[in-house]
T-cell receptor, first 115, second 114 residues
Framework: EAGVAQSPRYKIIEKRQSVAFWCNPI?????LYWYQQILGQGPKLLIQ????????DSQLPKDRFSAERLKGVDSTLKIQPAKLEDSAVYLC?????????????FGAGSRLTVL | AQSVTQLGSHVSVSEGALVLLRCNYS??????LFWYVHYPNQVLQLLLK??????LVKGINGFEAEFKKSETSFHLTKPSAHMSDAAEYFC????????????FGIGTKLQVIP
C-alpha cells in the first residue's frame, strides 16, 4: 500500500511569516495525527483527528497553529505567524483507528526552519 | 495521563555486543506499549508492540522487548548488535479505550562501533 504522503519536505521562512503543510494518509485510515518533533526530542502530538473530527488538540498552540481535515481524508497544518521555536520536523501519521494497539504509519515529515 | 521515560539519550555498543535500550512507563491502567525506530533516510516505523497477549514480544530485525508490570518497564534488547541497527529508537505508550493518543519518549540514539 502507498505510504503517508507529506509536502513540502523542507521549508525555510522568516519569523512572523506563515506556512502550511499537507498530509495525505493511507487510504481507509480513519485516524490522522500531526506530531511536532524538535531536534533532540521525541514526537509531541499536536492534534489528532478521527475522520474529520478533532479528538485531541490539547497541545496545539491555538493562537498560531490551526489544522483541518476536510472530508476525513487529507489534512493541512498551518502556522501563522511563525516563531523561532517552531523550527522542527512536522510528522503526519495515520492509523486504522485510535483504539488498542493500532500501529501508526508515519510520513517522511516536513522540516521547518524559522529564521 | 500516560508517559514514558527513556534512560540514556545516546547509547554506544560494539558490533556483536548486547543491545539494551531502557523504557519505563507511567500509566494508571494497563497500557499498550510500542517501540518505533527511525533508521537514517527512512520514515519512523514500528519495531514491535505489546498488547497483553504475551509479556515477551518479538519484533523485526531480531529485536525483542519484555513487559514487566512490577517494574513498569518495557526494555528493548537484541543479543548481537549489527552495524545496520544504528538508528534512533522511541518508546511509546497508549492507554486502552477509544480516542486515546500515543505518547512518545525522548528517543535513544544507538551507535554501533565496528
Amino acid at each position: 500500500e502507498a505510504g503517508v504522503a507529506q509536502s513540502p519536505r523542507y521549508k525555510i521562512i522568516e519569523k512572523r511569516q506563515s506556512v502550511a503543510f499537507w498530509c495525505n494518509p493511507i487510504s481507509g485510515h480513519a485516524t490522522l495525527y500531526w506530531y511536532q518533533q524538535i531536534l533532540g526530542q521525541g514526537p509531541k502530538l499536536l492534534i489528532q483527528f478521527q475522520n474529520n473530527g478533532v479528538v485531541d488538540d490539547s497541545q496545539l498552540p491555538k493562537d498560531r497553529f490551526s489544522a483541518e481535515r476536510l472530508k476525513g481524508v487529507d489534512s493541512t497544518l498551518k502556522i501563522q505567524p511563525a516563531k523561532l521555536e517552531d523550527s522542527a520536523v512536522y510528522l503526519c501519521a495515520s492509523s486504522r483507528d485510535d483504539t488498542g494497539a493500532n500501529v501508526l504509519t508515519f510520513g517522511a515529515g516536513s522540516r521547518l526552519t524559522v529564521l | 495521563a500516560q508517559s514514558v521515560t527513556q534512560l540514556g539519550s545516546h547509547v554506544s555498543v560494539s558490533e556483536g555486543a548486547l543491545v539494551l535500550l531502557r523504557c519505563n512507563y507511567s500509566s494508571s491502567v494497563p497500557p499498550y506499549l510500542f517501540w518505533y525506530v527511525h533508521y537514517p533516510n527512512q520514515v519512523l516505523q514500528l519495531l514491535l508492540k505489546y498488547t497483553s497477549a504475551a509479556t515477551l514480544v518479538k519484533g523485526i530485525n531480531g529485536f525483542e522487548a519484555e513487559f514487566k508490570k512490577s517494574e513498569t518497564s518495557f526494555h528493548l534488547t537484541k543479543p548481537s548488535a549489527h552495524m545496520s541497527d544504528a538508528a534512533e529508537y522511541f518508546c511509546a505508550v497508549r492507554l486502552s479505550g477509544g480516542y486515546q493518543k500515543v505518547t512518545f519518549g525522548i528517543g535513544t540514539k544507538l551507535q554501533v562501533i565496528p
